[in-house]
């Protein structure tokens, strides 16, 4: 998922699991699973992809891809609170903490699309 499905998945969450799921607590569970332990979407890609630029940076002493790695370490970390924030909706049906991850969600997206800009920058330099 890119920069601009992470935003409008930001605005689309309340409708789409508190309004739309026939079963809310197995969905908030299903998905924050996938963002943990599965798929693309989540803490697993960005953590794959922060020790690829990571071991990229090494071999081409990069500074700009060791920085790329260090900010992707923070959005896997974003990722991992956003699925904890699903488990407890999950666990105790509270709107509160689809709040909470529909705001990181917002700062996902800004911080995904600044990271991509960078590498994007590095790489046509």
């Known amino acids: 998922m ?8 930001s605005t689309e969450i309340k409708a789409w699991l ?8 197995e969905d908030f569970q299903t998905i924050a699973m ?3 332990r599965a798929g693309t979407g989540g ?6 992809y ?3 630029l990571a071991e990229s940076a090494e071999l081409l002493d990069s500074l700009e891809l060791r920085s790329a790695s260090e900010e992707f370490a923070g959005i896997a970390t974003m990722w991992r609170d956003v ?3 699903f488990d407890q909706a999950a666990a105790t049906g509270r709107v509160a903490f689809v709040d909470q991850a529909a705001a990181i969600l917002v700062e996902l997206s800004a911080r995904e ?8 920058a590095f790489v046509e330099a």
Do not use: H, V, W
């Open 2 to 9: 890119d920069y601009k499905g992470i935003l409008k998945t």
């Open 18 to 25: 508190l309004e739309k799921s026939p079963n809310r607590k």
């Open 34 to 36: 996938l963002m943990q």
């Open 43 to 48: 803490s697993l890609f960005r953590n794959l």
């Open 50 to 52: 922060r020790d690829f």
């Open 83 to 85: 699925a904890q924030l």
């Open 113 to 120: 699309k600044e990271a991509m800009e960078q590498l994007l």
